[in-house]
């Protein structure tokens, strides 16, 4: 019995430290995560869920969603990008020659190659991107000596990685996307787009409701499974209902019947719809493009 004592002790060790490893650590990490602001603004961020969006969220749940679809955008690392605006008192050649005349710089020797392929052949329209690298410096030099003969730019900072260029989203996804999920689900698996922000991509609930009904609709080689028990069968009363699904006639139900959505898929529909990231924060920066101004 003597080792019995070690043993035990060994035992809350090893169950100790998993604790302080898997609960603790996240819970000192995290568990203070609150509403925080929009980059550069005073708007808060996330916006409480509504009802619906909660109550889809658990849909999402229920149907194993996230057996398929991630929830979550990866990056890996962020570009800065030198956008021409206005040439201000130049022509495009007065201009292409001035850059040109830049070349000799070494620090820009780098960088000559895409230069000239910015601009060679050029004919002034406008906006035009003629610088994209990671380079901080340069870009800084760059914009120091256009500031210097008066020529306007945007300087816009981009997040990058495959997933950033699969279209899945502006940036990465942050602790503080999923303050309001209960529960988060990643997800592990990408048999589909990831969704984090699918809210962006297919805003409209129709076509969402049309994908769940039959995901061949809208993308013949789709592999999704359908979802038709989130649908009602029935028979057109005096007036269709005005929710019934406008199928293409392939998916129609025949003659006399319609497809109605149950609150559960509309819930879903409210709740994917609700997925968007778009705005920067401290912890994931990126330049938002804003529309221009008439
Ligand atoms: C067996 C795997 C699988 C399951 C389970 C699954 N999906 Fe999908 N999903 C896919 C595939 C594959 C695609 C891509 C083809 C398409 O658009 O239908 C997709 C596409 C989507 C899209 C469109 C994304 C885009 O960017 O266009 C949405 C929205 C979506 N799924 C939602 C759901 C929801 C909600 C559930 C649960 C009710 C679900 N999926 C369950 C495989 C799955």
Redesign the pocket.
Known sequence: MKTGIGVFIAAVAAIGLSWCGLVLGPQLQLGGEGITTVLNSTDEYPLQPTGAENLGQQ??RA???A???TEQVRQTGVTCELTLTSLGVYKAADFTAFARSLFVLPELAKYTNALADAINGWNGDMPKTILTTPDKTIVEEMANRLKAVGVKFDLRILATGPDISRGWGSRQSVAADYLYAQPVQLGNLR???D?AN?GV??PDMNW?LI??YA?KA??S?????P?RY?FELRKIGSTPSPDALKLPSEFAPAQGYEVVPTTDAKN?AAY?ASLKATVPLYEAPFTPVIAAKP
Request: with cysteine; glycine share 6%.
């Open positions: 849909v999402y149907n194993g969603c057996a398929c679809h048999a589909g787009p969704l699918v991509r297919k969402q994908h769940l995901p809208v993308d080689s789709s592999t999704m499974p979802f989130l879903l994917l």
